[in-house]
């Protein structure tokens, strides 16, 4: 996997952080400093963490299943993806105005699932795991700041878009691995 794929996937996995944040921002009205490195913090770390853990997991079981790890990865990313898409046109999901710990957890953990099984397809694509969740840790940080101030300032219009993009986006990576594998392109 090249770096330009690497973060085509970062961008992707930050977009359902971006989503959330900008939907912190609507609901806090003036978002403060304070509010943009809590959600970047609390986004950005798990963006992190989760890649890593499903990269372990995938270290771990990956030659059990090596024969097949090409079909996993496409069918890990076409899932998330698609789940992605399909929340986007969820127009009624709102999101509590609260930054403590309580609040931003569930967050956190629910945005970086996708993550996890990316990790897992990080292992099975022989990714370096270090410069990858760093980078999807550092996107989505930058990501979160930005999806909280516009959320602030220009409303809901973006959030949904968000999610459709970073859906479209890891679909189209699932079906280049596979299409790769195939070898019907180089």
Do not use: N
């Not at 970073?166 to 195939?182: Q, R, Y």
């Amino acid at each position: 996997m090249g770096s330009v794929e690497l973060v085509a996937i970062a961008f992707g996995l930050a977009m359902d952080a971006f989503a959330v944040s900008v939907g912190k921002g609507l609901s806090v009205g003036r978002a403060r400093p304070v509010h943009a490195l809590t959600v970047g913090a609390w986004f950005g770390g798990f963006q992190a963490l989760m890649p890593l853990l499903g990269f372990l997991l995938g270290y771990r079981f990956g030659p059990l299943i090596s024969a097949y790890d090409h079909w996993v990865a496409f069918g890990l990313l076409a899932l998330i993806g698609a789940r992605m898409i399909r929340e986007s046109f969820d127009h009624e999901a709102t999101v509590d105005a609260s930054f403590a710990p309580r609040a931003m957890l569930p967050l956190a953990v629910a945005t970086s699932i996708d993550a996890l099984a990316v990790g897992v397809t990080f292992a099975f694509l022989e990714v370096p795991i270090a410069p990858a969740i760093a980078l999807v840790g550092v996107v989505t940080f930058a990501v979160s700041v930005a999806g909280l101030t516009m959320g602030s300032r220009l409303g809901e219009r973006y959030k949904s878009r968000a999610e459709l993009v970073g859906g479209l986006i890891l679909l189209g990576l699932g079906v280049k691995i596979i299409v790769e594998h195939l070898g019907l392109v180089g």
